[in-house]
T-cell receptor, first 117, second 112 residues
Framework: DTAVSQTPKYLVTQMGNDKSIKCEQN?????MYWYKQDSKKFLKIMFS???????INETVPNRFSPKSPDKAHLNLHINSLELGDSAVYFC????????????????FGSGTRLTVV | GDSVTQMEGPVTLSEEAFLTINCTYT??????LFWYVQYPGEGLQLLLK?????DKGSNKGFEATYRKETTSFHLEKGSVQVSDSAVYFC???????????FGAGTTVTVRA
């Protein structure tokens, strides 16, 4: 059983399109995240939800909108895609309600490689 | 804010060589420290962690010791294998923080 699963694994789309990436975790974790990894492998946090509540919202264009229908799911919708959005997007989850990362760290999905042409 | 600096790669080694990847951090309070590994085409996996000063994390022959006095968490392995070829990330989180701050990653290639 995959702990954190993302779909699709690969996504090729044209500039200006709208697309969504889905993430589901079956670990019973309270918190989920979206990270963006650029071509140099640098990881930057985008959003985080704890029990369906947005708790981290970094400086990300408004074209990116996360949605968490329940604590096991965190989807990422991107409007009006641009060339610079091409990257690998990782979903992750973690357990805990205070100091949650101190002992547990994250469990990552395998990533979605988005290519905008 | 909290941040992590790790040595730049790429690092290329022969099999059975000794590997060290330096990592230093800047944080208020007492963060938890992590090493993650990313194999080609995969997501990140937790390699090891340490939650307080002088703790040593270890896994798969890798070790790292939380050194508060030097604010460091260097990763070491005594004898690398080709299968250790990957990107290694140092990361930290504050005591009450939901966010992991990652270093820039170090690409390691081990030649047979």
């Amino acid at each position: 059983d995959t702990a954190v699963s993302q779909t699709p694994k690969y996504l090729v789309t044209q500039m200006g399109n709208d697309k969504s990436i889905k993430c589901e975790q079956n670990l019973g974790h309270d918190t989920m995240y979206w990270y963006k990894q650029d071509s140099k492998k640098f990881l930057k946090i985008m959003f985080s939800y704890n029990n369906k509540e947005l708790i981290i919202n970094e400086t990300v264009p408004n074209r990116f909108s996360p949605k968490s229908p329940d604590k096991a799911h965190l989807n990422l919708h991107i409007n009006s895609l641009e060339l610079g959005d091409s990257a690998v997007y990782f979903c992750a989850s973690s357990q805990g309600d205070r100091g949650p990362l101190s002992n547990y760290g994250y469990t990552f999905g395998s990533g979605t490689r988005l290519t905008v042409v | 804010g909290d941040s992590v600096t790790q040595m730049e790669g790429p690092v290329t080694l022969s099999e059975e060589a000794f590997l060290t990847i330096n990592c230093t951090y800047t944080a208020t309070g007492y963060p938890s420290l992590f090493w993650y590994v990313q194999y080609p085409g995969e997501g990140l996996q937790l390699l090891l962690k340490a939650t307080k000063a002088d703790d040593k994390g270890s896994n798969k022959g890798f070790e790292a010791t939380y050194r508060k006095e030097t604010t460091s968490f260097h990763l070491e392995k005594g004898s690398v294998q080709v299968s250790d070829s990957a990107v290694y990330f140092c990361a930290l989180s504050g005591h009450n923080d939901y966010k992991l701050s990652f270093g820039a990653g170090t690409t390691v290639t081990v030649r047979a």
